[in-house]
């Protein structure tokens, strides 16, 4: 970005600075500065092809160890294990692939906010260039409907508006003029400049550029896209955790056996079959599918939601969210403006109202003068009914029109005959029209000018003198509603004295005023009770918006977000000691040493509201230090004037404090921040940037849904830590049936091929119910997930480890049993590899519900699951009854009296294993939502 206060500067020396004039540019430094500045474009980013992303799935920590162990056996030429274990690496793979064939375009859609070309003024004359052959020093010409193609320093600007809310998020038509601002003005209040990616609504203009391409405002929010590193989600980093610790696990063990199998005297082929099999026991294959699978089908549940994660790993993270900051504008807040007050006869009225105040003359009289005096248009075609002009007439219109207006009638019925056009000195726009009753001039404008310009004013039905009391009044009702955070447009009358004749500037006066109309981009409906939902899920909400901080503050009002005046805390600015406001007592003060920044704690014992929430904006944030922002930002519920980069530094101070953060934006403005958020997530309104920038994308643009995704979301990383617990546990049972066999000299008790196929195949179809397994009763109860929290925190390894030793218990009494009575080693086997499956079948109803034991539960809610049961069962039969797979196996059928001996146990083994879980549960503590500190 430029580093000139291109806004504080006077014309002249900005015009010398660029070697420019009031003609232009000539031919000989358009060349000049072309050399010197470069192409008005940015960068193009490199998108990865297919193929890169399809690599990109082998990356995987878990996915590695599958192929380590498959090349293992390659080595030793096991290739029916081969063949498995390369399949699930396949399958893994295309799955991700195909979630995930989505590459980052958010800098390829930033390019397409600037339009293709551009008129200027070069030699003296007016010509049409291309966007990219613009260079600072030129004069750019604007005019409505234009997109404004570099920054630039307004010359000259008659009656121009802009629409800057994707920018800087600001909801209002914005006003510009021609003038200096002070240095420290904020990006969205200088009224003396125009942006790239903008657009003109109104009016024309003449500017100067003083950036182009990456220098300008939008070309550093398409750097800050392009340098911000996605971090890894928490489930990434769990799951690399986890593969690490598997991968030491495994090359542990398999050295220490090896090593102690040879100094046994067992042959050095035998050892390396056997390292195959601890590895193979060790390592939960069906993992890396299964949590695929989960996450594919939490993200098809969450598009039935009406949201598209666009990310696959980023399913998981929306149930680990713990706080969401959101953009206002078209976000909270509808994106367009609405009429939502009507003010006159000392009464407010809030849109939409009862039929009898419908009925009333004065409210029918403002309507009729929001219809006529407006330059907007309703058109009806056959693609459908829209209404042309500026944001703030079409608002207006509409209002008339709802209000049952016929606008063709009052249209042919009272045509204009005079007007005088808004402009943003006069601050009013005046018009002359014919009615039945003769002629009426009809007065619209900010309140100050629409009030000097009124003698009387009608109030009830009577007309009476506009007095200093009567204005009096009228100024402190504006006051009521603009602290509300709401515009407000002035409406009056006029029946002229035929002496008067048309309409001019010399006429205006003596008109009666009417009341006030207010404005508003008003909150969505659904917006209050979505972040009350999440607030009550443990999940804080924080407003981040550019707007101005009377609307931000009166918006968060409104949403939740901040708590009423009474239950406030006030900083004073000099000694920076803290007020905190509590009902009924008066103000108790304190020092704050954390507004300091500060390490000493603050007494939160005497704060008695849930969260402490202050109002901060973007000026405030340059003069903090990052460490400063991050003692402070669990003290902050809103922040207003902000740009890109403070949106940024907020997110991180968030996760500097080890929250899980979801940026909710929907504009240009947002981009950054929703790449650099643990989730970003978009409106399916908002612009394409921010769409491509983002994790997760709100079809609908409901709120709600983000409530719903984060329930979602918790679900998925249930399931996910519910199949590890099954898998792991099945493969620790495994592993300490074969490595205890080694250690104490017996033979190996199950081959790697059938090891391959309860982990791969039996355990699949159990582990698919459980992907499926519905939320548990509390899951929006309990808080969020802490992002250091490990997939198998103490708990679910105590399970895996009840459940282990228990069966294993079993296992080796009847290990032992066999080979005391059983001759065939083959025999044996078979019955151990029947033993193993038919347990795994059993325990997984030990995990199906991870917070409450099968006796409080319903084991069979999930038909699902008990599908995958049966499935798994009949491939167990038929991998020891078919012939063909007798062969690959090395097995032999079992009789009926095994069976039933091998089921029995099971389910002995279930009830034991839910017996210790029971005692573990009772001891644990009940854990609510917490208000975040």
């Not at 699930?88 to 930033?110: C, D, P, R, S």
């Not at 551009?118 to 750019?140: H, M």
């Not at 008003?522 to 924080?542: F, N």
């Amino acid at each position: 970005m430029n580093e000139h206060l291109w806004h504080h500067l006077p014309q002249e020396e900005i015009l010398n600075m660029l070697h420019s004039s009031e003609q232009g540019l000539t031919s000989s430094e358009v060349l000049h500065q072309q050399n010197r500045y470069g192409k008005n474009e940015f960068p193009k980013e490199h998108i990865d092809g297919w193929m890169s992303v399809f690599l990109r799935q082998v990356k995987s920590p878990l996915i590695i160890i599958l192929m380590m162990a498959g090349v293992i056996s390659f080595v030793l030429q096991e290739w029916v294990d081969v063949w498995v274990i390369f399949a699930a690496v396949l399958l893994n793979t295309v799955i991700g692939f195909v979630q995930e064939y989505k590459a980052n375009k958010a800098l390829e859609n930033i390019q397409k906010l600037v339009q293709p070309r551009s008129f200027v003024y070069r030699d003296g004359r007016s010509i049409e260039i291309f966007a990219e052959d613009v260079v600072p020093g030129d004069l750019l010409m604007l005019s409505m409907g234009d997109r404004v193609t570099a920054d630039a320093r307004l010359l000259e600007a008659i009656e121009l508006t802009t629409n800057e809310s994707a920018l800087t998020g600001e909801s209002f038509p914005v006003g510009k003029e021609v003038g200096l601002c002070e240095a420290q003005t904020s990006l969205a209040d200088r009224s003396n400049m125009v942006y790239t990616g903008t657009s003109v609504i109104g009016g024309r203009g003449r500017a100067v550029v003083v950036a182009t391409g990456m220098r300008t405002e939008l070309g550093v929010i398409a750097g800050l896209v392009e340098s911000t590193v996605q971090t890894q989600t928490p489930l990434q980093d769990q799951l690399t955790v986890l593969a690490r610790w598997l991968a030491g696990l495994v090359l542990v063990l398999v050295t220490v056996l090896f090593i102690i199998g040879l100094l046994s005297g067992r042959v050095i082929t035998e050892m390396f079959e056997m390292s195959v099999a601890v590895a193979v026991a060790a390592i939960p294959e069906g993992l890396v599918v299964s949590v695929t699978i989960i996450l594919a089908i939490g993200m098809q549940r969450i598009l039935r939601r009406r949201s598209l994660v666009r990310r696959l790993v980023a399913a998981e993270t929306l149930g680990s969210v713990s706080v969401i900051c959101s953009d206002k504008t078209g976000t909270l807040t509808e994106g367009e403006m609405r009429v939502t007050h009507l003010m006159h006869s000392g009464q407010t009225k809030m849109l939409p109202f009862s039929r009898d105040n419908e009925s009333d003359a004065i409210t029918k009289k403002m309507f009729e003068v929001m219809a006529l005096c407006n330059d907007a248009t309703f058109i009806d075609s056959s693609e459908g009914e829209r209404i042309n002009g500026s944001a703030t007439e079409r608002a207006l219109l509409m209002a008339a029109m709802d209000s049952g207006i016929d606008l063709t009638a009052v249209l042919k019925t009272n045509p204009r005959t005079g007007e005088i056009p808004f402009n943003s000195s006069s601050k009013f726009m005046a018009i002359a029209c014919t009615s039945v009753q003769g002629i009426q001039f009809l007065l619209k404008g900010a309140s100050g000018p629409v009030l000097d310009m009124c003698t009387q004013v009608q109030i009830a039905g009577n007309i009476v003198e506009l007095d200093s009391q009567q204005r009096k009044q009228l100024e402190i009702q504006e006051g009521t509603l603009t602290q509300q955070g709401i515009r407000l447009l002035a409406l009056a009358f006029k029946i002229p004295l035929p002496s008067e004749g048309t309409l001019s500037r010399q006429s205006l006066g003596g008109f009666t005023f009417l009341g006030f109309v207010g404005l508003r981009d008003p909150l969505r409906t659904q917006a209050r009770e979505q972040i009350a939902s999440a607030a009550r899920a443990g999940v804080r909400t924080v407003l981040i918006t550019g707007d101005h901080p009377q609307t931000a503050r009166a918006i968060a009002q409104e949403a939740g977000l901040l708590s009423d005046p009474e239950s406030l805390l006030v900083v004073n600015d000099e000694t920076r000691d803290l007020a905190i406001y509590r009902r009924p007592s008066t103000p108790l003060s304190l020092r704050l040493s954390r507004v300091r920044g500060d390490r000493q704690p603050v007494n939160r014992n005497l704060i008695d509201f849930p969260h402490s929430q202050l109002l901060v904006v973007g000026s405030e944030l340059d003069a903090w230090s990052d460490e400063e922002l991050f003692q402070k930002v669990n003290l902050i519920g809103v922040y207003a004037r902000v740009e890109p980069r403070h949106k940024i530094r907020i997110v991180k101070a968030w996760q500097a404090r080890g929250e899980v953060v979801a940026m909710v934006g929907d504009g240009v403005n947002d981009a950054p921040a929703l790449k650099t958020a643990d989730i970003g997530v978009a409106l399916g309104s908002g612009t394409e940037v921010a769409k491509q920038a983002s994790d997760l994308i709100l079809l609908n643009n409901d709120l709600g849904t983000i409530t719903a995704a984060i329930e979602e979301g918790r679900v998925i990383f249930d399931n996910i830590r519910k199949t590890s617990v099954y898998l792991l546990a099945d493969s620790f049972t495994e592993l300490i049936l074969i490595g205890g066999s080694l250690l104490m000299g017996l033979p190996l008790p199950l081959l790697p091929v059938q090891i391959l196929w309860i982990n791969l195949i039996a355990d699949s179809f159990p582990t698919i119910g459980l992907t499926l397994e519905p939320p548990e009763e509390d899951v929006m109860r309990i808080p969020p997930r802490a992002r250091t929290e490990p997939v198998l925190n103490r708990e679910m390894l105590t399970l895996i480890f009840v459940i282990g030793v228990i069966t294993d218990l079993v296992l080796f009494v009847l290990y032992f049993w066999l080979l005391g009575s059983i001759e065939s080693i083959t025999e044996v086997r078979s019955i151990l590899f029947a033993a193993v499956g038919i347990d795994s079948l059993f325990y997984v109803f030990a995990v199906k519900r991870l917070r409450t034991s099968i006796f409080r539960s319903n084991p069979f809610s999930n038909p699902w699951l008990l599908l995958g049961e049966v499935i798994a069962l009949s491939l167990m039969l038929l991998a020891l009854l078919h012939p063909f797979f007798q062969v690959i196996f090395e097995v032999t059928p079992l009789s009926l009296y095994e069976w039933m001996l091998l089921l029995m146990m099971g389910m002995i083994k279930l009830l034991a294993i839910e017996v210790v879980k029971e005692i573990f549960l009772r001891k644990k503590p009940v854990h609510a939502p917490q208000a975040i500190n």
